[in-house]
């Protein structure tokens, strides 16, 4: 078995906000996260994906397949958003970095036909990051 891992960057904001809490709920979880006008963050995320290298081709997965992936699945949906209110999966979710990941996850599962998703690593600042491996 052999694990690629593919880097790309997106830059978005998002605002973290529960309308089943109140307001002071809201304010004392999430802190200056729950400003309704957002904030962003530039993100690093990485795809892993693993598989057997096919011996015609040498590759686990063409490269370029993947990034063609990456683009129109996350990063044309992702980069340069407001989550809360340009990403569906966010309509009714609390976009955080833990739910980013996983929405990713979910956005690139089913796309991927040579190799298998192993993990999406979602990194929200320099020493924050998530990593994702599907459902258990």
Not at 73 to 95: C, G, Q, S, T
Request: hydrophobic content about 40%; proline content about 4%; some cysteine.
């Amino acid at each position: 078995m052999v694990y690629l891992t593919r880097k790309a960057e997106f830059s978005a904001s998002h605002y973290y906000h529960n309308p089943e809490f109140t307001p002071e709920e809201n304010a004392r979880i999430f802190g200056k996260c729950n400003n309704a006008h957002g904030h962003g963050h530039n993100y690093t995320l990485e795809v892993t994906v693993k598989g057997t290298v096919d011996p015609k081709s040498g590759f686990v997965v063409d490269l370029k397949q993947l990034k063609e992936i990456m683009n129109r699945e996350v990063l044309d949906a992702f980069d340069h958003r407001f989550l809360n209110m340009e990403v569906p999966e966010f309509a009714k979710r609390i976009p955080t970095t833990e739910n980013v990941a996983i929405a990713i996850w979910q956005r690139l599962a089913s796309k991927l036909k040579a190799a298998q998703l192993h993990r999406v690593r979602v990194y929200e600042t320099p020493d924050l990051f998530v990593d994702f491996y599907g459902e258990a």
